[in-house]
DNA sequence: CCACGGATTGGCT
DNA sequence: GCCAATCCGTGGA
């Protein structure tokens, strides 16, 4: 699907830097789960930050607890926490050891495993006309992609779950706006998405 | 110990 | 557009 010179795992120092930096930068770069011999993966198109220092959204902001512990490793770490009775998030913790914070990613497109996807999400192989809703959620990314409790804290360096690195999105390809669906620091313009892309979650 | 409510989704009015 | 579903982490008693 791409040369090879571009197409290579994400490292530690990717992940480490500043939490805006890396929440714009996972824009494009290709979200990779392996299960086995099945290969799941998809473009990371929208992203939201969150900081647990100023960020009273962030579920880091009252401190480290036994959920939230993972956000306040050093980046290139899975947090995947439960919500509303029915769905899993995944983040990606970035910054250095002790600062708590993440990535929520929110809509992805699909690249290779679709049929794995379907079946995740739908338990079946569905038309191509509802393609667009396998992974235009943070939901529903997980739900597609077998994401779940298991995954809570996974090394994205290592062998299971991983980013492969892609050219920058241009600046003028990136819409950023507030963030979806919080009650708290709603002020906060911490979103990014690639502007017109059918996967993004909502406008 | 117990009550509250959420970084959502999908179905119904 | 509105709202119920449905766990479980969190915080107050």
């Known amino acids: 699907m791409n040369p090879d010179f571009y197409v290579k795992k994400l490292k530690r120092n990717?992940?480490?830097r500043d939490?805006?930096?890396?929440a714009k930068e996972l824009l494009g770069k290709i979200l990779v789960k392996k299960d086995g011999k099945a290969i799941l993966s998809g473009k990371i198109v929208e992203v939201e930050a969150y900081d647990g220092d100023i960020d009273e959204a962030s579920h880091a902001f009252t401190g480290k607890t036994e959920?939230?512990?993972i956000m306040f490793n050093e980046g290139g770490y899975f947090y995947v926490y439960f919500t509303y009775g029915a769905h899993y998030c995944c983040n990606v913790v970035t910054g250095k050891k002790g600062r708590g914070t993440a990535v929520l990613i929110r809509a992805i497109e699909p690249v290779e495993g679709i049929s794995s996807m379907s079946k995740n999400r739908f338990g079946n192989m569905i038309?191509?006309?509802d393609k667009i809703k396998l992974t235009n959620g943070p939901g529903k990314v997980c739900k597609a992609f077998g994401i779940s409790k298991e995954h809570y804290g996974v090394d994205l360096t290592g062998e299971n779950i991983f980013i492969l690195n892609m050219p920058k999105i241009k600046d003028d390809e990136i819409v950023i706006t507030k963030?979806?669906?919080?009650?708290k620091s709603m002020d906060l313009a911490w979103r990014y998405y690639i502007k017109n892309n059918p996967y993004v979650s909502k406008k």
Not at 19 to 22: A, E, G, K, S, T
């Open 179 to 183: 963030r979806v669906g919080i009650k």
């Open 19 to 22: 939490l805006q930096i890396v």
């Open 67 to 69: 959920r939230t512990k």
């Open 14 to 16: 990717f992940y480490t």
């Open 127 to 129: 038309d191509e006309k």
